[in-house]
C-alpha cells in the first residue's frame, strides 16, 4: 500500500515562502495523480492542486494559482510544492494524497493520503 509522508511546513510571515515536499514509499509513484489539499480550523478539506502521473499537466485552484507551484520527480518518488507569496488566508494542516486514476479536484476521490504538515503564516 502506498505510504505518503509531508515535510517542510513551518511558521512563515506574510509574503515569505515555503517548500513542502511528499515523499512515496512505492516505486509506482509514477503511476498515480499526485495532489495536494488544506485544511484550515474549523473548515472543510480544499483543492490546492494537482499534477499528471507525466507531471506535463498541473492544476491549481483560482486561490492559489501565480502563487503556488506543484512538481514532481518520479526518479526520488517525491511530490512537491513551492509556495510563493504567502498569506494568512494561507494557513492550514496541508496534506498529500493519491490515486490511480487522471485528475480530480475532490478529496473523497483521493485513495492514499499523507499525515499532514502545518503552515502557519503570521501577518
Known amino acids: 500500500q502506498l505510504q505518503l509522508v509531508e515535510s517542510g511546513g513551518g511558521l512563515v510571515q506574510a509574503g515569505g515562502s515555503l517548500r513542502l515536499s511528499c515523499a512515496a514509499s512505492e516505486r509506482t509513484f509514477s503511476s498515480y495523480t499526485m495532489g495536494w489539499f488544506r485544511q484550515a480550523p474549523g473548515k472543510g478539506r480544499e483543492f490546492v492542486a494537482a499534477i499528471s502521473w507525466s507531471g506535463l499537466s498541473t492544476y491549481y485552484a483560482d486561490s492559489v494559482k501565480g502563487r503556488f507551484t506543484i512538481s514532481r520527480d518520479n526518479a526520488k518518488n517525491t511530490v512537491y510544492l513551492q509556495m510563493n507569496s504567502l498569506k494568512p488566508e494561507d494557513t492550514a494542516v496541508y496534506y498529500c494524497?493519491?490515486?490511480?486514476?487522471?485528475?480530480?479536484?475532490?478529496?473523497?476521490?483521493?485513495?492514499?493520503w499523507g499525515q499532514g504538515t502545518q503552515v502557519t503564516v503570521s501577518s
Open positions: 494524497a493519491a490515486r490511480r486514476q487522471a485528475y480530480s479536484n475532490h478529496w473523497v476521490d483521493y485513495a492514499y
